[in-house]
């Protein structure tokens, strides 16, 4: 009798967990862009009462231009994104490309970051400056936290990170080569982010161990970016200003 091959056994592994599948790569392009337009959505709505606008909000201004300075054409507008959004959402997810999960391990990612952000960096400024800088914003209630944190990740990082730190990176990258390149744009941009809270109408008065403290959150920022993507980044950020803010308002 003619033996009977048998087909070899195929073994089955469990999908990794969400929050380990999560981990595996960089957020990149349009999952990144899907992720922070709930902060982006939170912002322009909230400085329709008058609460505080960033002070590095070019975009606003552009929508405030395009509107004609008309509040109903401005509400019309962000309407329109919301459908888009909405619309992008629907298409990544019948293509398996995005899951309404991915926001869960995103924001336990980002949660973890802003809580130990604070603690390593008010150490370091304590050993040796000897001082930790206020971050108060005077009468700030429970909405103008969440309006004032919202507009903070997502402009700051769209500005200090993925357009002045990408853009020096690509800038350098023929002069020094792409790491030395990237070492130099987030310092810079670092510096930069930091001088920015002091220039100004609006702008604190400059102290060093201010100065010192928000160059160190930069990197602090930049290294987040660089590693995990502008999602990940502006999170951490919004949320770190959340819990600095509730607990000095």
Known sequence: MASMARAPKTTQTAPP????????????GLTSAVLVFPLFLVYQL??????????VDFVTQALIRVSHRDLSQYLVILAGLLVAYAAVVVLLRRRGQLAPRAFVPMLVESTFYALIMGSIIVF?????????PGLVVGGAGPLDVVVISAGAGFHEELIFRVILMGGLAWLLTGLTGARRAWLL????????????????????????????????????????????GFAVAAWTHALYDVYVLSLTA
Not at 18 to 25: D, E, S, Y
Not at 46 to 55: A, F, H, V, W
């Open 17 to 28: 967990h969400p929050l380990v599948a999560h981990l595996q790569g960089r957020i990149e």
């Open 46 to 55: 909230g400085i329709l009462s008058g609460r505080g606008q960033n002070g």
């Open 124 to 132: 370091v400024i304590r050993q040796f400056a000897g001082i930790v």
């Open 185 to 228: 744009a987030l310092v810079l941009s670092s510096l930069a982010f930091s001088l920015a809270h002091h220039i100004g109408p609006v702008g604190e008065p400059f102290t060093f161990a201010a100065f010192v403290y928000r160059t160190l959150a930069g990197v602090f920022f930049a290294l987040v970016y660089q590693i995990r």
